[in-house]
């Protein structure tokens, strides 16, 4: 049994794709019972065995503080709290809780972010390429840049690139998720392009990791345990 916190868009659908992943809702929790996380008791969460939050990212780290502390383990979508990432580390390891983070738990996107990586990697060493970093999410997205573009740079960062990275961010409509990745030199340009169509792969993934997750203990990505 699973408690969603945060009970928008994505809370709602993934109440609606849980059944076929043998997941019941135990527990919702939003703003309107859980302000002041005074939704998050022993009591509540009696008989929970994973928590998936997709809130907002100046509830997210108490959240996740305040249910482990009960012993859940937990599922995190929610982005824009990296700078206490270490903070959150902490509070796994001191608790010996499982959770699982992602900035974005679509399968394409976690492909996505192996194919940038291994691009950064062959151009590491072609100073004559400059790149950049784009992202457009609809109109509602708290955060900008997304996590999943800071993921990407950090990932090409980590695969040996050096050279400037422009990044740069769009809010517009309803436009699930747009990534855009380019390298270009006098020569040529490189394109590399992920586009959501739904939010549908993001709670997919995330129903996956919070299967995946039960009676574990310990902090994981989940490009770990996706593959």
Do not use: C
């Not at 206490?84 to 001191?94: E, I, M, T």
């Not at 996956?208 to 902090?219: D, E, M, P």
Request: charged letters at 20%.
């Amino acid at each position: 049994m699973i408690a969603l916190i945060g009970y928008g868009k994505m809370g709602k659908l993934l109440e609606q794709l849980a059944p076929e992943y043998g997941v019941s809702i135990g527990l919702k929790l939003d703003e309107f019972n859980n302000a002041r996380f005074e939704g998050i008791t022993a009591e509540n969460f009696r008989g929970i065995e994973v928590a998936v939050d997709f809130s907002i990212p100046e509830a997210a780290v108490e959240n996740i503080e305040r249910i482990a502390a009960l012993g859940v383990n937990i599922v995190v979508g929610t982005t824009g709290w990296l700078q206490h990432l270490d903070r959150v580390k902490g509070v796994v390891a001191r608790h010996q809780i499982g959770l699982v983070w992602s900035p974005n738990y679509s399968i394409g996107v976690n492909v996505f972010l192996r194919v940038v990586a291994a691009a950064a990697k062959l151009l590491a060493g072609q100073p004559e390429y400059g790149a950049w970093a784009y992202e457009i999410h609809h109109s509602t997205k708290k955060d900008a840049p997304s996590g999943t573009l800071l993921k990407l740079v950090e990932e090409m960062r980590k695969a040996g690139y050096r050279a400037g990275i422009d990044m740069s961010s769009n809010r517009a409509g309803k436009i699930p998720g747009t990534h855009e990745i380019g390298f270009s030199s006098a020569a040529d340009t490189l394109t590399l392009r992920h586009t959501a169509h739904s939010r549908e792969g993001f709670a997919r993934g995330a129903l996956t990791a919070a299967q995946w997750i039960k009676g574990k203990k310990g902090f994981y990505e989940f490009g770990e345990i996706a593959f």
